[in-house]
């Protein structure tokens, strides 16, 4: 059995896509290593980890949160997650909709900018 560290990791993995892993493990050094294990054992790990939800949700609802926080540098980490989760660009942009709504217009403007720039450099957006 896994301990967290480990399940985060794997989650990580899975759900951010072997290449961010990678670029992220490169990027590791003695000031963010306690940080990057934090978040692996806790946030993926303790969290994503659980089996209460399958890992299509949890993408949604975070990227709801990450509207409401109007944090959007991570919001695009998340969104290339969702897709990875079979979040379909449709659903993406249901939650973004339905996150604008009740976290204020703005949040919601600059969450929609940071995932369309994820969504036009994967070729995922049509013309209108």
């Not at 896994?2 to 399940?7: A, C, G, L, Q, S």
């Not at 054992?41 to 980890?49: Q, R, V």
């Not at 369309?116 to 450099?121: N, Q, S």
């Amino acid at each position: 059995m896994m301990n967290v560290k480990e399940t985060g990791r794997a989650v990580l993995r899975r759900v951010l896509g072997e290449s961010y892993f990678e670029k992220r493990e490169a990027g590791r050094n003695a000031f963010n290593n306690d940080a990057r294990e934090l978040v692996e054992a806790y946030c993926f790990g303790a969290i994503w980890g659980r089996p209460g939800l399958p890992d299509r949700t949890r993408s949604l609802l975070v990227l709801a949160m990450l509207t409401a926080l109007g944090k959007g540098a991570e919001l695009k980490m998340h969104v290339v997650g969702a897709l990875n989760n079979g979040c379909t660009v449709d659903e993406i942009k249901e939650t973004l909709l339905q996150a604008m709504v009740y976290c204020g217009v703005p949040a919601g403007v600059e969450a929609f900018r940071a995932a369309e720039e994820v969504l036009a450099a994967q070729d995922r957006i049509g013309k209108a």
